[in-house]
């Protein structure tokens, strides 16, 4: 089992950045695909971006593509996500998941939220206009 713990978020003005981390728990994070999901006030929660377990392959979802960055490293068991050119509509709870040894390289499988294991409590993200 992985506990995930998200920090970094906060206000800032559109146009800023923000850098979210999701610390993991465990001996295995290497094995472990990772992603950023975030849920707005009334909507579901819906996939950002994720990475491969080695941190070769990433995936975003395209309002963010160029603006977002994810990465990860596996020797301090931690998975970041860079944030710049905030804009209002990226304001949500951002939440971290772990899948245990992904059994697909597509990016469709990696955007579906069942596919995760575990998931982070959340970190509010609140971009003002």
């Known amino acids: 089992q992985v506990q995930l713990v998200e920090s970094g978020g906060g206000l800032v003005q559109a146009g800023g950045s923000l850098r979210l981390s999701c610390a993991a728990s465990?001996?295995?994070?290497?094995?472990?695909?990772m992603a950023w999901f975030r849920q707005a006030p009334g909507k579901e929660r819906r996939f950002v971006s994720a990475?491969?377990?080695?941190?070769?392959?990433?995936y975003y979802v395209d309002s963010v593509k160029g603006r977002f960055t994810i990465s990860r490293d596996n020797a301090k068991n931690t998975v970041y996500l860079q944030m710049n050119s905030l804009k209002p509509e990226d304001t949500a709870v951002y939440y971290c998941?772990?899948?245990?040894?992904?059994?697909?390289?597509?990016?469709?499988?990696?955007?579906?939220?069942?596919?995760?294991?575990?998931w982070g409590q959340g970190t509010q993200v609140t971009v003002s206009s």
């Open positions: 990475i491969s377990t080695g941190g070769g392959t990433t």
């Open positions: 998941a772990a899948d245990h040894r992904p059994s697909s390289s597509s990016s469709y499988y990696y955007t579906r939220l069942n596919n995760y294991d575990y």
């Open positions: 465990g001996r295995t994070f290497s094995s472990y695909g």
